[in-house]
């Protein structure tokens, strides 16, 4: 029984940004069903997997949740999503407001069937401005809210997207927020609302609430940036036999730092290290030392001094250490997990925890279509109608169907 039980949630999206926020609202409970056109989320495609449209990206965005494949270019795809949306708290999509209404979808046609609904929408740009109708994708996000261009600034040689999607996931938890805050307000006014969650706009708030620096002032005070942020020397640092992260950031970490290793010279007879000030003002050089001071000692030396002086530290991870995390493993983060069709699968657990409503993943990840006829039975049809709709063209993929 998560903190969502009772929650009806009607996903429409695809790929990352959107999966990624009804798979969290399906782990806290709710019930979600994912809607696919008949040729299926294009992600289940991307990556190793055991059976076609069942790759990794896809089993790690879609959990908790069930699917059914309509055709709603039909007139009876969009008739049964329509019925479906009657029973529902949320519809949420990704593609284009524009292409929404051509479906029949937009949010009057909807709310005519639904005046509660809250219908979320996550798309490019916002719906006031010349870009409205573009289309976007998580790389070109990244490049129009500063990341590549922050990256080369910080010492890359050249602009570089981050390599993960991150626009689509940091989109994704605005319109998380942006959802529970829309059904709170639905239980004081008892109505529904649209929702519109534009990626450039909240990139750009994300990014820029660290880096518009001095030109937060009119007149500007600077030309903008976070230095600590930008400084080459703000990386991993190399030890003897590998890599550590640190941040020595407050005036008592240097201190026990200098301290910890005999070095109390650096903060009584060097003013860039004396005061926090003096440090930001001298990032790239205290950072430089820094950086040849911990090449002196092994990765475990420097950590075990750190631990001792409560300086922050944290091994650098890679994609297969970090599964062997000692921190992760005593609080069993990564399960293995038999799925229906899969077999043995690799599993993240809930982060967040609730102590009196645990959210805990109740549905696998599911093949397309394979809990069509359940959903429409809980929607009220009954197996005349289901007969009926079977007979129309296929636009109602079976399991069977699918599965082939």
Request: net charge negative; with cysteine; charged share 25%.
């Amino acid at each position: 029984m998560g903190p969502l039980e009772g929650l009806r949630v009607l996903d429409m999206t695809s790929v990352v940004m959107g999966p990624y926020a009804t798979q969290i609202l399906g782990d806290f409970g709710a019930n979600v069903i994912k809607v696919e056109a008949p040729g299926g989320d294009v992600i289940r495609q991307v990556g190793p997997s055991r059976n076609k449209g069942m790759g990794p990206l896809f089993l790690n965005s879609n959990r908790s949740k069930r699917s059914i494949t309509l055709d709603l270019k039909t007139p009876q795809g969009l008739k049964v999503l329509l019925r479906l949306a009657e029973r529902a708290d949320v519809l949420v999509y990704n593609i284009r407001p524009a292409a929404m209404a051509r479906l029949g979808l937009s949010y009057e046609e909807v709310a005519a069937h639904n005046p509660q609904i809250i219908y979320a929408g996550m798309f490019g740009y916002s719906q006031d401005g010349p870009y409205a109708s573009n289309p976007a994708y998580d790389d070109l996000i990244q490049g129009a809210a500063l990341l590549p261009y922050l990256i080369q600034r910080a010492g890359s040689d050249q602009p570089r997207y981050v390599p993960t999607a991150l626009s689509d996931r940091v989109v994704g938890l605005h319109a998380l927020s942006a959802i529970l805050a829309a059904l709170h307000e639905r239980v004081r006014s008892g109505q529904g609302q649209r929702l519109d969650i534009p990626m450039f706009e909240c990139m750009v708030n994300f990014v820029l609430a660290d880096h518009l620096g001095g030109l937060s002032f009119e007149p500007p005070l600077d030309r903008g940036g976070y230095h600590r942020q930008l400084s080459p020397e703000r990386r991993p640092y190399q030890t003897s036999d590998g890599y550590v992260c640190t941040l020595l950031y407050t005036d008592a970490h240097w201190l026990r730092f200098c301290e910890a290793i005999g070095r109390s010279d650096l903060i009584e007879n060097d003013h860039r290290f004396a005061t926090f000030h003096a440090r930001m003002e001298h990032i790239d050089e205290v950072y430089g030392t820094l950086s040849q001071i911990l090449q002196q000692r092994t990765t475990a030396e420097w950590l075990e001094i750190f631990g001792k002086a409560d300086i922050p530290a944290m091994p650098m991870h890679d994609i297969e250490t970090v599964l062997n995390d000692p921190h992760l493993k005593a609080i069993d983060f990564f399960r293995i997990t038999e799925h229906p069709t899969e077999g043995h699968l690799r599993e993240m657990k809930v982060p967040t925890r609730f102590y009196r409503t645990p959210a805990t993943p109740v549905h696998p990840v599911p093949r397309q279509g394979q809990d069509g006829r359940e959903i429409l039975i809980e929607a009220g049809f009954n197996a005349e109608e289901i007969r009926d709709l079977d007979d129309t063209g296929g636009w109602l993929k079976s399991d069977e169907t699918i599965q082939a």
